[in-house]
Nanobody
Framework: QVALEESGGGLVRPGDSLTLSCTAS????????MAWFRQAPGNKREFVAA???????YYSESVKGRFTASKDSAKPTFYLRMNNLQPEDTAVYYC??????????????????WGQGTQVTVSP
């Protein structure tokens, strides 16, 4: 059964913003560490952002300063706010959770639970 579900993707123009949401089937989230990854056609999955159990946030260099990850444990919902979107941000975005050692925070193999993805397309 699907435990995570992403929403909020869509078609936008360069410079626009979107907020993605990831909802879990239980409250609170069943695993303490969570992350966003993305995958463009023909590419491997790429790390985007993560929030660890201690609240520390991690970002890839390509999105740092533009994207913000946050968590509302009460709903429960994990968010990715994306500002100043560019065509190179076009991808399917996935949320993931797990009990992840620090060295695997940016590694997709560290996460055991995944959503189905939501499409973000940035086009002039």
């Amino acid at each position: 059964q699907v435990a995570l579900e992403e929403s909020g993707g869509g078609l936008v123009r360069p410079g626009d913003s979107l907020t993605l949401s990831c909802t879990a089937s239980q409250r609170p989230f069943g695993r303490p560490d969570m992350a966003w990854f993305r995958q463009a056609p023909g590419n491997k999955r790429e790390f985007v952002a993560a929030r660890r159990r201690d609240g520390h946030l991690y970002y890839s260099e390509s999105v740092k300063g533009r994207f913000t990850a946050s968590k509302d444990s009460a709903k429960p919902t994990f968010y990715l706010r994306m500002n100043n979107l560019q065509p190179e941000d076009t991808a399917v975005y996935y949320c993931a959770t797990g009990t992840v050692i620090l060295s695997r925070t940016r590694d997709e193999t560290g996460y055991g639970t995944w959503g189905q993805g939501t499409q973000v397309t940035v086009s002039p």
